[in-house]
């Protein structure tokens, strides 16, 4: 019993030891680094603008080979984009779709934010582009990224308003790229080849994504797939292939895929650039990365069949481009072809006409649990209006799930903290024999009709609930910059407040402070909801019964502070969630402490506040 004491406390902590170092050691220095990276990129962009057709390198020296992105899109004609929600343009040259910025997201939660951009050309620093073509072995006089396309002037692509792009080779070929675009997020490509010869030809189609580099904080966060996703393979062998970046560069520089359809391409944490080729198609997919200038080159890409061109005759290629915010309803109305099925329906087996595609969100290991946890904070969403208060209505459901069982637990609670004055008797008339008093302990829980493993029960069962909503926070978009009240504009990210300045009464930046500020404004941040969540564990705590071994007890009575300071660096949508499952726990075992006239520290302290001793609280 002795030993098992020891260890246990070794390891809280060791655990305890390894926590703190981490967030001093590694959160901290990464934090004040990324700051700086911001600090200089924010000064290199000013310059850029400053400077038409010259960036800066973090060090603030001239980078001539990166172009601003105003000046790498003046390095081709262009046709522009318009919809409710993108805006940007489509190089001739190479008729590409390399410019667009998603009207209905800001970078910030400030209201005079730019919006967020997706795709940028070629030749600015990470370019991200499709593109679109044909391939055939030693033909001459296909386009590539240096053809200039032609467009009749005064062309706009809009929903129900298509552009057509023309080139002829010179060599007996016509090419036609007709771009449609729906109101939301999908392109329609289709490209067709006449050949006005005399000899046939063998063509294969083919459609990539590439970015030219990538930030450095893409493809770090662990718990968020940010690469190479895709579901290919063929009929019941399709599933989900997955490259994050880094892994996708060392490990397989290039991995192959066979497929009858499915889909591929590349993404960040909220936003998606994927290819569709016809569901019918047998295509070869690609993940690969290569090297140009220094620059790693992600490419995702797929090539249809080979197919012959006889004079006369002219081959038709259809593809379409997903590129915009992963919104779960937005993915699933595209899987099912305008026809999800309701929350009710989720795991509706009709055919989809995109495999797995919201599966472009990372749901994780724990789907199970992911996808209903969102389905509800969505219909609760529609029902309230504000994301907060649906996290606080799907944590009141899931105490009235997990009630039976947690009714159960607190009353066993409640029962051994009753019986602690003869358990404290036990305990000192069997000092010396351990095994003696364990003895008697158990026969007392016999006689009491205690279960002291049922405490255990109830965290258990929430633990990978409480894993599954932080992922759900983390990963999908509907929870970005998504208000709650007062100072709270964004539940997916920490709360802003901080007690350094008084929680703002101060007007000082602790971040700023010489030295320690990567402290103040890292691990040492503490905002007002982790501190309510840290008052509410204590309270929990001071409710359960005490622990055994007089050690252990002043360590759980550590918890409360270290789950404070650790919490503080979550989404405050996961504190608010936690937070108000400490209240309704509060509630429920008040309850029953107050049916089986247990002391609790509640009564406690409305005894002090009347001025009534503390013996008088229950």
């Known amino acids: 019993m002795q030993n098992d004491n020891k260890n246990t406390l070794m390891f809280i902590v060791s655990a305890f030891v390894i926590l703190i170092g981490y967030q001093f050691f590694i959160l901290g220095p990464q934090q004040k680094k990324a700051e700086a990276e911001a600090r200089a990129k924010q000064a290199a962009q000013a310059q850029a603008k400053a400077t038409p057709g010259v960036t800066l390198d973090a060090n603030g020296n001239p980078a001539p080979l990166r172009l601003s992105r105003d000046a790498a899109k003046a390095q081709s004609p262009r046709v522009v984009v318009d919809t409710p929600t993108l805006s940007g343009s489509i190089a001739l040259k190479g008729g590409r779709i390399d410019d667009l910025l998603l009207r209905k997201y800001a970078e910030t939660t400030d209201k005079n934010s730019p ?36 467009a009749a002037p005064g062309q706009v692509l809009r929903p129900n308003s298509p552009v057509t792009l023309t080139y002829e080779n010179g060599l007996g070929l016509t090419f036609t790229r007709v771009i449609a675009i729906d109101d939301q997020a999908m392109f329609t490509v289709t490209d067709s080849v006449k050949n006005n010869g005399t000899q046939g030809l063998q063509l294969a189609p083919y459609a990539a994504v590439q970015r030219q ?33 880094q892994k996708w560069k060392k490990d397989k520089p290039l991995t192959s895929f066979d497929s009858v359809g499915g889909w591929a391409g590349i993404t960040d944490k909220y936003w998606l650039a994927a290819l569709i080729p016809s569901q019918d198609e047998t295509i070869k997919a ?5 090297q140009a200038g220094g620059t790693d080159i992600y490419d995702v890409n797929f090539v249809g069949p080979t197919q012959a061109l006889n004079p ?54 724990f789907s199970m649990f992911t996808r209903p946890i969102f389905n509800i904070l969505e219909i609760f969403y529609k029902m309230v209006g ?10 009141v459901l899931l105490k009235l799930i997990l009630y039976p069982m947690a009714d159960k637990s607190y009353e066993s609670m409640a029962k051994i903290k009753k019986i602690q004055p003869e358990v404290e008797k036990l305990k000192a008339k069997h000092k010396d024999d ?14 009491e009709k205690i279960n002291p493993m049922m405490g255990c029960l109830p965290m258990l069962v929430q633990i990978p609930v409480f894993y599954s909503l932080y992922k759900v926070l983390t990963v999908t978009i509907e929870m970005r910059h998504a208000p709650f009240f007062g100072w709270i504009q964004d539940l997916s990210a920490r709360d802003p407040s901080t007690m350094f300045n008084l929680f703002g ?25 982790p501190l309510l969540y840290g008052f509410t564990m204590w309270l929990t705590t001071a409710m359960n019964p005490p622990a055994g071994d007089p050690i252990q007890q002043r360590i759980f009575q550590l918890f409360p502070i270290i789950f404070t300071f650790t919490l503080s660096q979550f989404a405050v949508g996961l504190v608010i969630y936690w937070c108000w499952s400490n209240v309704l726990t509060i509630i429920q075992q008040y309850i029953i402490m107050r049916r089986y006239k247990v002391e609790n520290p509640i009564d406690k302290i409305i005894a002090r506040l009347k001025g009534k001793p503390a013996s008088a609280a229950t």
């Open 115 to 150: 919006p967020v951009e997706l795709f940028r050309p070629e030749g600015a620093e990470h370019a991200w582009f499709a593109d679109f073509g044909w391939a055939g072995a030693n033909l001459p006089g296909l386009p590539d990224s240096r053809t200039v396309w032609t």
């Open 213 to 245: 580099g990538i930030h450095d904080t893409l493809g770090k966060n662990q718990i968020v797939h940010e690469g190479a996703i895709g579901v290919l393979g063929s009929g019941k062998d399709q599933k989900l292939e997955l490259a994050k970046y």
């Open 286 to 290: 690609q993940y690969r990365v290569t």
């Open 312 to 365: 006369g005759a002219t081959l038709v290629q259809k593809t379409r481009l997903f590129a915009g915010a992963k919104t779960v309803p937005l993915l699933r109305k595209y899987e099912y072809n305008g026809q999800a099925p309701a929350w009710w329906q989720f795991w509706d087996s009709r055919k989809a006409e995109i495999p797995r595609f919201d599966w472009a969100v990372d749901w994780g290991m």
């Open 386 to 395: 504000n994301f907060g208060l649906a996290i606080m209505a799907l944590t």
């Open 434 to 447: 351990p095994a003696k008093q364990q003895q008697e302990m158990m026969q007392l829980y016999q006689k």
């Open 505 to 529: 009464l101060i007007p000082w930046d602790p971040a700023t402070a010489p030295l320690i500020g990567s402290f103040l404004g890292g691990p040492l941040h503490i905002g007002v909801w």
